[in-house]
């Protein structure tokens, strides 16, 4: 008889979102993380006592129904509105909206016949050219969708990019947490038998659930939900569904190296705005939380392309774009963020998935079966995979 119920493997918002639900619904959950914080993605760096800046996610909706589902506070009190602050492109060293690189002509000879277009099957920007045309791909939603998918955005499943969804009509429109995204999930976390630092290395299906091996042992479970990133997910499952896991290992995963900032606000040059399309510079976006003003400090977190900078080449990037010195960064820090970078064959795949495991004691949740929000994600974790 297995010793546990149900484990799941990642404290992110798939894993979170997996385990809270499950609970709920009456099972006995144990959730297993490897690092030492939940979040995943949602990762909320606090340099000093009063001020934090997001390094991975930053924005939540309130179409994020599995999320609000789990929320401690049905009026959402603890829910803080955004402030109104837009994206912007740098044209000549200044903000510039959006808007001002939308071709109006080339628009209204494509709008018609890109109406109304399905998107199964299809990449973004063969469905955004057919839309809005080539030249509004190129200048506009190309970098703006790289921006927000923190990775070149052509190949990805157009039927995953912005989904039709219920609002929560109680909860701001866009909200953060006084904890950041971080803070949130921790929060709809608690009360969930968490175990953090524990890396699970392999699973393997026996005659009554699951054997998990770790580094300090084994444990066993009568069901396992996976919510690890998607190259992991894939080695975990080599032996349960070898052929699927092996395409879905396929999949590459996209990185971009984050390079975050906080420094005194008269410092900077740039008035308050959401963040930054790096269109054809060396960052996908600058995120910034200006959301959420600061008498003192303002905060930037660069999502810079892979491979193309060194620090100090990212460093002096930040200070160009900011307008600033590098003196005048006062905290700083970086990492790797990674992403799967989907594809139409991702939906086919994740169907296949889906109904191969049906009928194991193991189940897939993670931002490579539904699309990348942590709106999608939660959404099909919710579900149990
Ligand atoms: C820069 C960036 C900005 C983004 N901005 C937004 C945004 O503004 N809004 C939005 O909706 N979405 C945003 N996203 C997307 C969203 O954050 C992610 O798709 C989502 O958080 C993924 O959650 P997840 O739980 O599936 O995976 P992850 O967040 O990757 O979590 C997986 C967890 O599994 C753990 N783990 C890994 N291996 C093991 C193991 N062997 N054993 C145990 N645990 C393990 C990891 O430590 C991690 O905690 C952004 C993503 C990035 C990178």
């Known amino acids: 008889m297995p010793e546990l119920d149900l484990v799941v493997i990642g404290g992110g918002v798939s894993g979170i ?23 995943g993605c949602c990762h909320t760096w606090r340099p000093c006592d009063d001020y934090w800046l997001e390094l991975g996610a930053h924005t939540a909706y309130n179409s994020y129904g599995a999320l609000l589902a789990l929320n401690p506070d049905p009026a959402f009190g603890n829910l803080i509105a955004r402030a109104k602050v837009g994206y912007h492109f740098i044209e000549d060293g200044r903000p510039s ?4 690189r939308l071709g109006f002509l080339e628009a209204a000879r494509y709008l018609p016949f890109g109406l109304g277009r399905g998107k199964s099957g299809i990449d ?5 050219t057919a839309l809005l045309g080539p030249g509004n791909w190129r200048r506009l939603l190309a970098p703006a969708f790289a921006a927000v998918l923190s990775q070149p955005a052509g190949p990805y499943p157009a039927e995953w990019l912005f989904k039709r969804k219920q609002r929560v009509k109680a ?43 770790l580094a300090d042992g084994e444990l066993t479970a009568r069901e396992v939900a996976i919510a690890v990133p998607l190259d992991i997910a894939a080695r975990m499952l080599g032996d349960v569904v070898p052929e699927l896991a092996a395409r879905l290992g396929a999949t590459p995963m996209a990185e971009c190296d984050t390079h975050a900032v906080v420094l005194p606000a008269a410092a900077v040059r740039l008035p ?16 910034s939380r200006d959301y959420l003003p600061h008498p003192h400090w303002r905060g930037f977190a660069f999502h810079f392309k892979p491979g193309r900078l060194d620090t100090g080449g990212r460093r002096a990037a930040i200070a160009r774009v900011l307008g600033c010195a590098v003196a005048d960064f006062a905290h700083e820090t970086s990492k790797v963020n990674r992403l799967p970078a ?20 193991v189940r897939l949740v993670g931002n490579y079966l539904n699309g990348l929000s942590l709106g999608d994600s939660a959404h099909y974790a919710a579900q149990g995979g």
């Open 17 to 39: 979102t997996a385990a809270a639900h499950a609970r709920r619904a009456g099972r006995v959950v144990t959730l297993l993380e490897a690092g030492e914080r939940l979040g």
């Open 272 to 287: 308050p705005l959401a963040g930054l399309i790096g269109a054809d510079d060396d960052y996908y976006s600058a995120v």
């Open 124 to 128: 973004v920007e063969t469905w955004f």
């Open 342 to 361: 989907l594809t139409p064959a991702s939906v086919t795949l994740a169907g296949q998935l889906r109904a191969a495991l049906a009928g194991t004691p």
């Open 171 to 213: 909860a701001p429109r866009k909200f953060t947490h006084a904890g950041g995204l971080q803070g949130w999930l921790a929060e709809l976390a608690s009360g969930l038998d968490v175990r953090l630092g524990r890396t699970v290395q392999g699973l393997a299906v026996a005659a009554d659930g699951v054997r998990l091996s």
């Open 97 to 100: 909206s959006p808007f001002a």
